[in-house]
């Protein structure tokens, strides 16, 4: 069973650039969670894809966009970049969109924006 | 609305040494509760849930946590550390049939030689 992989590893924009993040869910599992974390905080969530639908969204600008595939791989999009955005962006995989089902987690994409 | 305090940003304690990561939620119904534990540089991994049922609750790497309603608190414990826990925990509340974790800061644990 693979795990939850995110691409790129790292990555630095300027501000005002676009920026696509990728996300391989872990087999089985039909729905993704996308999370940014900034330096010294926990994890904000963004927003949800259960079985290509979004499925809820947290505080963040419709700037911030999102896709999920048939296979079940997902997307974030980030128009418009500001230097705020700069942090890791986390996604989590699970099955059937609850909060108490388990999240798996990839290591993340670390997103500097100058 | 909910939210998640995690007491204490640094934790130190000795190898050995009894360990205790404080977390208190607020939510209107009873939550779910989670703590998770990230390494430097990889995503998080959970330690242990809390849905329903039993209220001490034992995970992955001898951590355990006790949901303590009247104190709208979820502490996570473990008898003795190890050099190898050395790690940031985040402890992190959901209402039932919700979707969306909500998360603490993070206490970052220092285990001293």
């Known amino acids: 069973e693979t795990g939850v992989t995110q691409s790129p590893t790292h990555l630095i924009k300027t501000r005002g650039q676009q920026v696509t993040l990728r996300c391989s869910s872990q087999s089985g599992h039909n729905t993704v969670s996308w999370y940014q974390q900034a330096l010294g905080q926990g994890p904000q969530f963004i927003f949800q894809y259960y079985r290509e639908e979004e499925n809820g969204r947290g505080n963040f600008p419709p700037r911030f966009s999102g896709l999920q595939f048939p296979n079940y791989s997902s997307e974030l999009n980030v128009n418009a970049l500001e230097l705020d955005d700069s942090a890791l962006y986390l996604c989590?995989?699970?099955?059937?969109?609850?909060?108490?089902?388990?999240?798996?987690f990839g290591a993340g994409t670390r997103l500097s924006v100058l | 609305a909910q939210s998640v305090t995690q007491l204490g940003s640094h934790v130190s304690v000795s190898e050995g040494a009894l360990v205790l990561l404080r977390c208190n939620y607020s939510s209107s119904v009873p939550p779910y509760l989670f703590w998770y534990v990230q390494y430097p540089n990889q995503g998080l991994q959970l330690l242990l849930k809390y849905t329903t049922g039993a209220t001490l609750v034992k995970g992955i790497n001898g951590f355990e946590a006790e949901f303590k309603k009247s104190e709208t608190s979820f502490h996570l414990t473990k008898p003795s550390a190890h050099m190898s826990d050395a790690a940031e925990y985040f402890c992190a509340v959901s209402e039932p049939g919700n979707y969306q974790l909500i998360w603490g800061a993070g206490t970052k644990l220092i285990i001293k030689p």
């Open positions: 989590a995989s699970s099955l059937d969109g609850f909060a108490k089902n388990i999240q798996y």
